[in-house]
């Protein structure tokens, strides 16, 4: 299997502030990799895939970037509503795998 | 807008099998370039991808679970379904249904996802 290591692995910040996750795979992915926002009790919402598209309907204040192993989601300026949790997703072999998860928290 | 909608027991007991499904609205299982999908979430852990099936009827399943997992297609009532045998405290986990699309580029992505099922595993 594909590991997928995500850092940090929580993360406290601030309305309005530039935050950075960071996923590494255990192989190259290619472009292979995708990004998910969860919230409890609700549907997980896919935010980008292929590293870098923007899913339709996402705000563009979410971007990500990076090939091979090591792949970054930014969010230019958190609002309320993203203060949840974020995993990262390899596509690049036919058993899906997934980061252990960013939990982020209002500072 | 395509939904879909996990059912299924909140509880079973050690050692019996696992059974939920899931119900697709709006959109057809039959479609080509999707697979239905089954993920998992243990309390406090990560999500796991438990496996999937394909509008033709083909699975595929992760490894550490194959040989416990069975997921089948209904296209008659457009849903499809997870079956996990011999269940023990450690398959206590939320349990979502998603759709994973194929894009004319080739690549694969959940797209969209049931809002989860807790199943806990108890005597």
């Known amino acids: 299997d594909i590991q997928m290591t995500q850092s940090p692995s929580s993360l406290s910040a601030s309305v309005g502030d530039r935050v950075t996750i960071s996923c590494r795979a255990s192989q190259t992915i290619s472009n292979d990799l995708n990004w998910y926002h969860l919230k409890p009790g609700k549907a997980p919402k896919l935010l980008i895939y292929a590293a870098s598209t923007l899913q339709s309907g996402v705000p563009s204040r979410f971007s990500g970037s990076g090939s091979g192993t090591d792949f970054t989601l930014t969010i230019s300026s958190l609002q309320p509503e993203d203060f949840a949790s974020y995993y990262c997703q390899q596509s690049y072999s036919l058993s899906k795998t997934f980061g252990q998860g960013t939990k982020l928290e209002i500072k | 807008q395509v939904q879909l909608q996990e059912s299924g027991p909140g509880l079973v007991k050690p050692s019996q099998t696992l059974s939920l499904t899931c119900i697709v609205s709006?959109?057809?299982?039959?479609?080509?370039?999707?697979?239905w999908t089954w993920i998992r979430q243990p309390p406090g852990k990560g999500l796991e991808w438990i496996g999937f099936?394909?509008?033709?009827?083909?699975?595929y399943y992760n490894p550490s679970l194959k040989s416990r997992v069975t997921i089948s297609l209904d296209t008659s009532t457009n849903q499809f379904s997870l079956s996990l045998t011999s269940v023990t405290a450690a398959d206590t986990a939320v349990y979502y249904c998603?759709?994973?699309?194929?894009?004319?580029?080739?690549?694969?992505?959940?797209?969209?996802w049931g809002q989860g099922t807790l199943v806990t595993v108890s005597s």
């Open positions: 709006g959109g057809s299982i039959s479609s080509v370039s999707y697979y």
């Open positions: 998603a759709r994973e699309k194929s894009d004319y580029n080739g690549d694969t992505f959940f797209d969209y």
């Open positions: 099936i394909s509008y033709s009827g083909s699975t």
